[in-house]
């Protein structure tokens, strides 16, 4: 198996490494991999396990990602692949989001290139092209390197994301953005900031667990938030709770 180096993280001492892509910013040890368990340390070097190994592949409606006002009536290709950086108990896709390495679901995973990827999208008379389905910062490189071929070739782009990424994270995104990434759907969490590209804001709502109308006015009130500066560390370590800006997980 092929391990493509990852972007955005530094090396630290002892051969351990700190992955800036979500806010995580897992410090990871030799041989280990950070909460989303498909990016690993390899002997210093972060690598990430699942660059075009894609578990979930369908044209959809664009409102089924759901968006309503970015192309409507348009088909979009969907790509989703294993592992993600939140472990939501309502996880609807929790047989890919829980898998966290391509030997845990075999032959189930394809190999897709950016090329290919581009190549299907057309032959499916899709317009676009979306990551989804679980988390796609996580395998940011691949989504980058699909955006920019997928601008080449006119299709439009979408990023399903829970917005939990890292300031470098979303301006390399936004980088990609010049060349071909176009769409944010956010889910789930209410912290973004989104640039120059179009966001539509959609948030779940789990029967019994967030149903109350107060909740999801907090929720949109705070959607166009960017932290100022980085993340600081948490008090006393650990791995914190998902959503709430600040803390680092060791891995
Ligand atoms: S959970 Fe986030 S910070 Fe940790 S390794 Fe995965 S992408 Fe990087």
Same mark, same amino acid.
């Given at each position: 198996?092929?391990?493509? $180096?990852?972007?955005?993280?530094?090396?630290?001492?002892?051969?351990? !490494?700190? %992955?800036?892509?979500?806010?995580?910013?897992?410090?990871?040890? #030799?041989?280990?991999?950070?909460?989303?368990?498909?990016?690993?340390?390899?002997?210093?070097?972060?690598?990430?396990?699942?660059?075009?190994?894609?578990?979930?592949?369908?044209?959809? =409606?664009? $409102?089924?990602? #759901?968006?309503?006002?970015?192309? =409507?009536?348009?088909? !979009?290709?969907?790509?989703?692949?294993?592992?993600?950086?939140?472990?939501?108990?309502?996880? &609807?896709?929790? *047989?890919?989001? %829980? !898998?966290?390495?391509?030997?845990?679901?075999?032959? &189930?995973? *394809?190999?897709?290139? #950016? &090329? &290919?990827?581009?190549?299907?999208?057309k032959r499916y008379h899709c317009q676009g092209i979306s990551w989804t389905y679980n988390e796609p910062a996580i395998w940011l490189e691949y989504t980058i390197d699909s955006a920019r071929l997928a601008k080449q070739e006119g299709l439009y782009t979408v990023y399903v994301t829970n917005g939990y990424i890292t300031p470098e994270g979303l301006d390399a995104i936004e980088l990609a953005a010049a060349a071909g990434l176009e769409c944010f759907s956010i889910g789930r969490l209410v912290r973004a900031h989104v640039g120059f590209v179009y966001c539509e804001f959609i948030r779940r709502t789990p029967p019994g667990r967030n149903p109350r109308a107060s909740s999801s006015r907090a929720a949109s009130s705070a959607r166009a938030y960017r932290p100022r500066a980085r993340p600081g560390p948490r008090r006393g370590g650990g791995r914190g709770r998902a959503g709430d800006l600040g803390h680092r997980a060791f891995c």
């Open positions: 198996m092929v391990m493509a $180096e990852a972007l955005l993280y530094d090396k630290l001492d002892n051969r351990r !490494v700190r %992955c800036n892509v979500c806010l995580w910013r897992c410090r990871v040890n #030799p041989g280990k991999a950070g909460v989303c368990g498909v990016r690993r340390n390899e002997n210093g070097s972060l690598r990430l396990l699942n660059y075009a190994r894609v578990s979930s592949l369908a044209a959809d =409606p664009i $409102e089924k990602k #759901p968006l309503f006002h970015f192309f =409507p009536g348009s088909s !979009v290709l969907s790509f989703g692949t294993i592992g993600c950086n939140f472990h939501c108990i309502h996880c &609807q896709n929790w *047989q890919i989001s %829980c !898998v966290e390495t391509p030997a845990e679901m075999g032959r &189930q995973l *394809q190999n897709i290139s #950016p &090329q &290919q990827a581009i190549e299907l999208t």
